[in-house]
């Protein structure tokens, strides 16, 4: 997409390093920090490692970092290892968001459910999923919620929501993408429903459509609410014709958005893609970690990855915003702010997608890799990303998110 070489911007295009509005919210730049589950939580509360980490990055240039991941309840973790959000979790958050704001930056908490991507034996309560598929983490099927299960889901939401904004954060994110759970029933693959959450794309958006409604009468106008949106699940050709064996594409997540539209209760779309059950890879695009994946796990799902791996962690080519055709047909479908997503690493990268309309910039491994890079690209835009999106930072998520050649270059 870009040239190494930094272009300079279009007198029209917005400075990536100007300050912005998000709703209601000010921003000292159009640059958020996106959602990387930090693993740094062992005990499903903050600590002072997951405090620093968002320091650090607040202090490195973004106008917004994102804590993740947040589960709305105890079974909506991927694992137990993962804060939901619960009266005791409040403290530490509070800590959390303090420490953001003291280095000038906004904070945002991704709100979600895992659904069927959680561990229902590490988390000791059932996986959801729109239908009763098998949750893989473990190996077992879901439960399907019914209509009473999905208003206390709506609950559920709205009373994390409020416990979010009461820790002081500023902006609220909520998971519609990977095929977690609010993903699983847009999913026409895994959303076999026949009842009013179920069939037909308005019925597949209804619990997103409804969560988004609950959490935006809960906190009102003066937090930021986005939805991270699943543009195509990875699962089946792009733009062929459907086959019952398809995920969620393009161009239902098109209408998905302009549906939210019409319910005016977002701030912006930050669109996303691939599925964290079906095909991860397809999120990250570069190289496909398997070994490093595998040795993640013992047991079973060790042998499982080892054997599926190739199936599993497929390969995709990495380039310069490598979501961005998909994106693209969003930006044209809706006129609500898009916050762009996928391998945005410099300067030249920046200003070519804030050219093409898009509103905000968000930023993930190359963060991980470098939390100081927005503050350097500023100083100098010729300056590059170090991230080698060799995704090795990704199976850390089971221990304690890093990426492994910072950690390596920082002993040397
Ligand atoms: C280590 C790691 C953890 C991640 N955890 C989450 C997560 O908790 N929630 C989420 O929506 N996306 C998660 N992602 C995906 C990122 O938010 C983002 O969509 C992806 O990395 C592409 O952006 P990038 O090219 O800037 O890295 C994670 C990514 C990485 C590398």
């Excluded at 309560?125 to 209509?147: Q, V």
């Excluded at 994390?160 to 693959?189: K, M, Q, T, W």
């Excluded at 699943?230 to 086959?243: Q, S």
Aim: hydrophobic fraction near 40%; charged fraction near 20%; include cysteine.
């Amino acid at each position: 997409m870009t040239s190494p070489a930094h272009i300079p911007p279009d007198p029209a295009t917005p400075d990536p390093f100007a300050p912005a509005r998000l709703g209601p919210l000010h921003l000292r730049n159009r640059l958020i920090k996106c959602a990387t589950f930090e693993g740094r939580t062992p005990d499903a509360l903050v600590t002072e490692d997951l405090i620093e980490f968002h320091r650090e990055t607040a202090a490195g240039g973004v106008a917004i970092s994102t804590v993740a991941y947040c589960a709305v309840s105890p079974e909506g973790r991927t694992d137990r290892h993962q804060i939901y959000l619960r009266p005791e979790a409040a403290p530490g958050l509070t800590q959390l968001t303090a420490a953001i704001h003291g280095e000038g930056a906004l904070a945002a908490a991704q709100i979600g459910h895992a659904g069927p991507v959680a561990n229902s034996i590490s988390n000791r309560a059932p996986a959801l999923a729109a239908s009763r598929i098998p949750a893989p983490m473990g190996m077992a099927l879901c439960k399907s919620p019914d209509a009473d299960d999905i208003a206390a889901l709506r609950a559920t939401f709205r009373r994390a929501a409020r416990i979010a904004v009461d820790s002081g954060f500023d902006a609220l994110e909520i998971h519609c993408g990977h095929n977690y759970l609010i993903s699983s029933f847009l999913s026409p693959l895994l959303n076999r429903r026949h009842d009013g959450y179920g069939g037909s794309l308005v019925n597949r958006a209804r619990l997103a459509r409804e969560v988004l409604e609950s959490v935006r009468e809960e906190v009102g106008d003066g937090v930021a609410v986005w939805a991270k949106l699943n543009m195509y699940d990875g699962v089946g050709a792009i733009g062929a014709p459907r086959r019952p064996w398809h995920g969620f594409n393009v161009d239902e997540a098109c209408q998905v958005a302009q549906l939210f539209e019409t319910d005016g209760h977002l701030d912006a779309i930050e669109p996303t893609a691939g599925s964290s059950l079906l095909n991860p890879m397809y999120l990250f695009h570069g190289e496909a970690p398997r070994a490093a994946f595998a040795d993640a796990f013992s047991g079973p799902m060790k042998w499982g990855l080892k054997v599926g791996g190739p199936f599993f962690l497929k390969r995709y080519q990495y380039h310069s915003g490598y979501l961005l055709p998909l994106a693209r047909r969003l930006r044209e479908a809706v006129d609500l702010p898009i916050i762009a997503l996928g391998g945005i690493t410099d300067r030249a990268s920046m200003d070519e997608v804030l050219g093409e309309g898009f509103d905000f910039l968000a930023m993930g491994r190359a963060l991980l890799r470098e939390p100081d890079l927005p503050q350097r690209i500023s100083a100098d835009p010729t300056t590059q990303s170090q991230c080698i999106h060799c995704n090795l930072c990704m199976p850390t998520i089971y221990t304690r998110t890093e990426c492994p050649i910072r950690e390596e270059a920082a002993v040397r």
